[in-house]
Every structure is written in structure tokens, then in C-alpha cells.
T-cell receptor, first 114, second 113 residues
């Protein structure tokens, strides 16, 4: 158990809909990262937050948005969903002063868009 | 931009066989290099890392050496076990003010008894 909690574990929805994925980082970790894992694209970095502020942005679509709240949990919002958005979405966290690149991953939220 | 190229899978080996999974990278500057492992139904977890050239990372019998001259970080294990069956990801971190990781595509390893 990494200490990172993601909900829901599975989600099935239809094209055009909007969903919210939630992540609770390890206790005390200030950084939260979101990754998308799909069969054709592999693991793609989406976005990073540090203590409530956006810190780095990767290949995140404009239809997607994220935020980190004062209690440090984070939410990834996916809207106008398309079939190609079906993927496993991982959240990871890292501690302040921790080893660079050592991320602790949750078990992921599997999104299926029908 | 940064990129990581991994050996295509899947890889199937018999128990006690020698394992090599190749990984090469492209990066500006001097990245740190990592191997992460994903067991079935779980998230990724750090297996080993190396932060500078010629460093060797090791854990659970796995090893990888940071080779700057060949921009490689190949994963090796002398004698694999069934419990090593998983997906292995090579990754790099660029150190430019954040700790985001760039991952390879992953290599699925299956060990048969």
C-alpha cells in the first residue's frame, strides 16, 4: 500500500459526459501528479500540483482540468469525453525534500467511455 | 524533448533465467534514471534508481547501471522468479525545477515455472 488513495477505482460513462477523479496523497506529501496510461500512448504525464499551485503541465487536453485543494487532495476533471479518453488514470505524490523522481502511485482509476 | 525508449515486450522467460530489459534515453542535461515496476492490479512502485553517470542502482536482485556514453540504463537480473512477473517501466527525471517523470512504454515480463 503506497498510501495514495484514488477514487473511484472503476468508472463507466458515455461519450460527451463529464467525470471527476479524486486523489488523496500520502500524508504530508505536497506534490500531486496525474498520469494517463493507455494501451497506445503508454504512461503520459498530465499535470503536477505543488501545495495548491500548478507546477508543471504535460500533455493535458483542454477538455481536462485539475486542481489541488487546501487539504492537498486533488481532483482531475474530464469533460466532453471521447472514446479515446478510456484509460487508466494514475495519481502519484512525492514528499518535500524527498528523492527527486521517487513518486508514490495510487492504484489508478480505470475510465471506460462507451 | 526528453524521451525514453524501452525494449518491446512481451518477454517470457523460464524461472531462473537471466533477464535483460533494454532502456535508452534522450535528455538535455543530466537526468536521473529510474526503473518502476507495476504488479497486476497495482500502481507503479520504484524498483531502483541512479542519479549520475556510472552509478549502479540495485534492489531485489535487479541491477541497472547509468551509462552516459551510450545513454542507456538496462535492467538485469541473474535469476528471475515467477513473482517477478510484472510490467517494468524505465523513466527519467530532468531536474528542471520539478520532479515529473518521463516514462518508457513499459515491458511486460512473464516468468513461467
Amino acid at each position: 500500500d503506497s498510501g495514495v488513495t484514488q477514487t473511484p477505482k472503476h468508472l463507466i460513462t458515455a461519450t460527451g459526459q463529464r467525470v471527476t477523479l479524486r486523489c488523496s496523497p500520502r500524508s504530508g506529501d505536497l506534490s500531486v501528479y496525474w498520469y494517463q496510461q493507455s494501451l497506445d500512448q503508454g504512461l503520459q504525464f498530465l499535470i503536477q500540483y505543488y501545495n495548491g499551485e500548478e507546477r508543471a503541465k504535460g500533455n493535458i487536453l483542454e477538455r481536462f482540468s485539475a486542481q489541488q485543494f487546501p487539504d492537498l487532495h486533488s481532483e482531475l476533471n474530464l469533460s466532453s469525453l471521447e472514446l479515446g479518453d478510456s484509460a487508466l488514470y494514475f495519481c502519484a505524490s512525492s514528499p518535500l525534500g524527498g528523492d527527486p523522481g521517487e513518486l508514490f502511485f495510487g492504484e489508478g482509476s480505470r475510465l471506460t467511455v462507451l | 524533448g526528453d524521451s525514453v525508449t524501452q525494449m518491446e515486450g512481451p518477454v517470457t522467460l523460464s524461472e531462473e533465467a537471466f533477464l535483460t530489459i533494454n532502456c535508452t534515453y534522450t535528455a538535455t542535461g543530466y537526468p536521473s534514471l529510474f526503473w518502476y515496476v507495476q504488479y497486476p492490479g497495482e500502481g507503479l512502485q520504484l524498483l531502483l534508481k541512479a542519479t549520475k553517470a556510472d552509478d549502479k542502482g540495485s534492489n531485489k536482485g535487479f541491477e541497472a547501471t547509468y551509462r552516459k556514453e551510450t545513454t542507456s540504463f538496462h535492467l538485469e537480473k541473474g535469476s528471475v522468479q515467477v513473482s517477478d512477473s510484472a510490467v517494468y517501466f524505465c523513466a527519467l527525471s530532468d531536474h528542471f525545477g520539478n520532479e515529473k517523470l518521463t516514462f518508457g512504454t513499459g515491458t511486460r515480463l512473464t516468468i513461467i515455472p
